[in-house]
Every structure is written in C-alpha cells, then in structure tokens.
C-alpha cells in the first residue's frame, strides 16, 4: 500500500453553549489494519477567528501526524522484509 500525505479535514462546530470551534479530522490504521477517524480540537473562533489562522495553528499537528505514519509504515515495512 502506498504511504500518502495526511492532510485532513478542517471544520467549524457549534457547541450547545459557548463559542464555536475549530475541529481538526484525520484517519489512520489501527492495530488491525481499519481505518479509524480521529479528531482533535484546535481552538474557539474567538482564538482562530478565521479559517486561515486555524489552518496555520493546525500545521504542527498535521506534520506530527504525518511523521508518526512515515515512522509506523516503515517500521512495519522493515518487518515484512
């Protein structure tokens, strides 16, 4: 399978009370191989009141993201061989 570049998803939510916020969403294989969602929230509107600005404070999550995948598939990689 080919290693691919996580850049995720971006999104505004509305909470039932309190300001709205920025949710960050990516996938990637458990254990068992299954693609499994993940979300993590980035920060309110009043913090990042722009998409622009949450994408920016996004960058370091997403590139932890990305470095975790490259070190897990090589590693499983190195195993099969």
Request: net charge positive; charged share 30%; proline share 2%.
């Amino acid at each position: 399978m080919r290693l691919r570049y996580q850049r995720g998803c971006l999104r505004c939510i509305q909470r039932k009370s309190g300001p709205d916020c920025w949710e960050f969403l990516w996938r990637e294989n458990d254990v068992a191989g299954k693609r499994v969602r993940r979300t993590a929230v980035i920060g309110t509107v009043e913090q990042y009141p722009t998409k622009d600005l949450a994408q920016a404070a996004v960058n370091g999550l997403r590139m932890c993201i990305n470095e975790d995948r490259i070190a897990s598939e090589s590693s499983a990689f190195q195993l099969r061989t």
